[in-house]
């Protein structure tokens, strides 16, 4: 081995995919990569890259310091199979700014020490979606973009008022840094905008201008979306923000509104969007599936209860018109005679023969946060009154850790929905949405495992994926539920 690549960097292997290209080679957990056609791997961008060939050149280092070349051939788009140590075989940049409504300054002590750390990465913007400031990217990082096409670029904008932008931020380069999307937006990248709105800052006519200023980069902008801050009790020392009004509510969503009209009417587009907190602050009703544009930013909030809604109703009428069907041929096998009808009158209570009033025989419970409860309990509703057998409790949790501002699902910790859900009727299993659980972990945000939680309530917990349908299917205790 040159001396070379005795100094490069070693990613090391976390795990072989089973009957992948690396298995086959032998590679195993522990061996490190150390370069790929004789070329240094600085991260996972630069990975991908690589080995997206038909002919590749491997240097490896065995986990005895022995050190394989291999070579390698493969289908242009086929994967390698290898999972790395660390995911972006890179260390993370760390956010420059000291934004004025970042959530992460507001954490209380003595959690998990991931969840205070702050990126700022562009290449989480490609590979995870993630926001960025813009502030952390170099001309490097603005050229790799270009020539490997790593869209959508996704920015936290906030405002395109570059002095007001450094006092958001506490960054003196935060306005300068509203720049680099002109060079996005010249080389064509696409790109998804964030304004996290605070009170007497960024709103009125501030909002006004960035979304102005924003709309001159269609169609590579795609889209905008508008979200509160989440403000949670933990502020002492920090800047003085207040929570938005139902009146305030109405007019972020009414300067939306006619965006959306003009941006439709110039652009086909609705572009900015309001996330769904909007929408409940205001006591306004939901926009329906078309003024999403496709859902370009779910992630944050933009339309995730209208899809959830749209899902759980479509999947049901499907269930419907399943039973519909049956009963139709437990009706035409009746009229016939036919021996198996009491066999299909039988079948899991889900026949047009059952009683009119079926007695209660499935009884479960969901809980989630103040902001989809209403929603949950409506689509609770519905599917009792088509299962007449399902009695189905929902239990809306305050966020007693982080403060009631807080009412997203996704805050809350396992020692609230212990100390609220102890003592009530939770049935047979309770519900959970999936984001209360740390990404491939059965672990709450304050560290509390699934299997402590369980424990604690003593009661058959089902962790339900994020769609309606998955919701259906574990309302009615089918496949669906994790």
């Known amino acids: 081995m040159s001396e070379n690549a005795m100094n490069e960097k070693k990613h090391v292997i976390d795990n072989i995919e089973p009957g992948s290209i690396a298995e086959e080679l032998e590679l195993v957990p522990g061996d490190a990569l150390l370069l790929i056609n004789g070329k240094e791997i600085g991260d996972v961008l630069d990975y991908h890259y690589l ?25 242009y788009d086929e994967d390698l199979g290898i999972v790395f140590e660390n995911g972006l075989m890179d260390d993370y940049r760390t956010c420059r700014n000291h934004c004025i409504f970042c959530f992460i300054d507001q954490m209380p002590k003595g959690m998990r020490e991931t969840l205070y750390f702050k990126d700022d990465d562009s290449r989480l913007s490609f590979l995870q979606g993630n926001y960025v400031t813009l502030t952390n990217m170099d001309e490097k990082d603005l050229d790799r973009i ?21 006092a958001m931020l506490r960054n003196r380069f935060a306005g300068e840094a509203l720049k680099k999307i002109d060079r996005l937006y010249e080389a064509g990248i696409r790109m998804n905008g964030q304004i996290v709105l605070c009170k007497g800052i960024n709103d009125k006519d501030e909002l006004e201008r960035s979304i102005r200023d924003l709309t001159q980069y269609l169609p590579y902008m795609e889209s905008v979306s508008v ?6 009790k933990y502020r002492e020392g920090l800047y003085p923000l207040e929570p938005f009004s139902k009146e305030d509510a109405a007019e972020v969503l009414g300067v939306i509104r006619r965006w959306q009209q003009a941006c439709m009417e110039r652009h086909g587009t609705h572009f900015v969007h309001a996330s769904d907190e909007w929408y409940l602050l205001a006591g306004q009703k939901l926009p329906e599936e078309e003024s999403y544009d496709g859902y370009p930013q779910l992630e944050n909030g933009v339309g995730m209860l209208r899809l959830l809604i749209d899902e759980f109703h479509e999947a049901l009428a499907a269930k419907k018109h399943r ?15 036919c021996a198996h009808v009491r066999e299909m009158e039988n079948d899991q209570g889900d026949s047009a023969m059952e009683p009119e009033h079926p007695p209660v025989r499935h009884r479960i419970s969901i809980a989630t946060g103040y902001l989809a409860a209403p929603f949950l309990k409506q689509l609770a509703k519905e599917c009792m009154e088509a299962f007449p057998d399902r009695q189905i409790t929902v239990y809306p949790i305050r966020n007693d850790f982080f403060g009631e501002l807080i009412t997203v699902s996704g805050l809350l910790t396992g020692q609230d929905l212990v100390a609220q859900l102890r003592g009530r009727e939770l049935g047979e299993r309770l519900l959970l949405p999936c984001n209360l659980l ?13 299997e402590e939680f ?20 574990a309302m009615l205790g089918r496949e669906g539920a994790v």
């Open 227 to 232: 979200v509160p801050v989440g403000l949670s």
């Open 51 to 75: 080995i997206h060939d038909e002919t590749l050149q491997m240097l490896v280092e065995k986990k005895d310091g022995e050190v394989w070349e291999l070579l390698i051939e493969k289908d």
């Open 454 to 473: 369980k424990t604690a309530l003593q009661v058959e917990t089902d962790i339900v994926k994020s769609s309606g349908q998955e919701l259906l299917f």
């Open 323 to 337: 039973r519909e069907t049956r009963a139709k041929q437990v009706t035409g096998k009746r009229e016939a005679g």
């Open 146 to 166: 270009t020539a490997l096409r790593l869209e959508p670029v996704n920015i936290s904008v906030q405002t395109t008022n570059p002095e007001l932008r450094c």
């Open 438 to 450: 740390r990404s491939g972990e059965e672990v709450f945000l304050d560290d509390m495992t699934l």
